[in-house]
């Protein structure tokens, strides 16, 4: 299942993310088969993170130790075989990095900016996780890379700071991507991902303790575009191929990879797609009082995408049309057959409410919406 974004291609919404000193080209190439994007490094590029590098390698963890590191990244970028290439760089200054994202712009690769590492080492050195206690930073650095056509993806682990906050500050500044290690306190935190997937429009790669399909679906499910694994692929390189196929299959079933669970079961708002007219105190009408949204104008959205697409009213479902009906995975006898009477099949279905989904979100955020 191909994933198009600002001009690149995924062939899968599968990546593997950056482990110190394991992470490179050649790595990359043994897995190509079941991944459209490898995070190479990370890699500390500037005097500072290279220090800090070298006394975490000297109590025995692994580690790119170069030289001249922007020389011999450039260099793995020339070895990269069979999927996107992304660059996880700790950077504490500025310029370094800038060197770094005239190399990506070159090679067509993701310039990704490490604010996740939390390496004692690499956090007094100003880099990794410190640097999202000074947003401002990374707002000056994103900008300041976009200007050189780069995509910049801002590698972070949820529950440090707010997130959904310094997602909508990092989209204003013209980020791409945010690849979220959303690390709980058992597991992954998926409501991080559904969360920032509410508030933000950037393109989220969704990441911790993915070791299955199932896994990879619960992510997806919240929001997620793409996931991405790491010491999951060491302990069973299998896996890749696993979430892969899985995927595959679930495209096929459903043609929507990442549809969201529905919204009473933690989806995110894509989800309101799923939804029926709000009655009780359901989760819908606690998601569009927390949103803002006026239950007559919800009403309105989905009435007019139904004119819009010419799907007509029918007499078998509970509210009359299957705009309100539930998801696919859902068993509904009501929705089954009204699918059947219109000779409509669960995959149509299913991109019926994808794009239903789209339309709303589209208008509720008055971005060009299409509707009467």
């Known amino acids: 299942p191909s994933l198009e974004f600002r001009g690149i291609e995924f062939k899968t919404p599968v990546a593997i993310s950056s482990i110190a000193g394991v992470t490179d080209a050649s790595f990359g190439n043994l897995l190509s088969d079941y991944v459209g994007a490898v995070f190479l490094g990370g890699f500390s590029i500037d005097e500072r993170t290279i220090f800090a590098s070298r006394k975490i390698a000297s109590r025995g963890r692994k580690e ?27 950077a504490s200054e500025k310029s370094s990095l800038l060197e770094l994202a005239e190399i990506c712009s070159q090679k067509n690769a993701i310039l990704e900016i490490n604010a996740h590492c939390r390496q004692k080492e690499i956090v007094e050195a100003g880099s990794g996780e410190a640097l999202l206690k000074r947003a401002e930073i990374i707002e000056e650095w994103v900008r ?89 692929v060491l302990e069973n390189p299998s896996v890749l191929k696993e979430i892969h196929e899985g995927i595959e299959g679930q495209l096929s079933e459903m043609g929507w990879y990442n549809a969201p669970k529905h919204l009473c079961r933690g989806g995110d708002l894509r989800a309101l797609a ?26 309105l959205l989905k009435r007019s995408f139904a004119q819009l697409k010419g799907i007509e009213d029918d007499d078998i479902t509970c509210f009359g049309n299957i705009v309100w009906c539930c998801k696919i995975t859902k068993p509904c006898f009501r929705r089954d057959e009204a699918l059947r009477r219109k000779e409509m099949s669960p995959r149509d279905y299913m991109e019926m409410k994808r794009e239903l989904s789209e339309f709303l979100l589209r208008c509720l955020r008055n971005e060009g919406c299409d509707c009467c």
């Open 64 to 90: 790119f130790l170069f030289e001249d590191p922007i020389e011999r990244i450039a260099e793995e970028l020339e070895k990269v075989r069979g999927y996107v290439p992304a660059v996880n760089a700790r």
């Open 144 to 232: 300041e890379i976009k200007k050189m056509d780069v995509i910049v993806s801002l590698k972070i682990r949820s529950g440090v700071v707010d997130e959904v906050a310094l997602a909508r500050k990092m989209e204003k500044a013209g980020l791409d991507i945010l690849h979220v290690d959303a690390m709980g306190e058992r597991g992954a935190d998926l409501n991080a991902i559904r969360r920032i997937r509410n508030s933000t429009e950037l393109f989220i790669i969704g990441n911790n303790s993915i070791r299955s399909f199932p896994d990879a679906k619960e992510m997806l499910a919240r929001g997620a575009d793409m996931v991405s694994l790491a010491r999951a």
């Open 274 to 299: 799923f939804c029926c007219p709000p009655f009780g105190e359901c989760s819908l009408r606690r998601a569009l009082k927390e949103f803002g949204i006026s239950e007559e104008r919800y009403i």
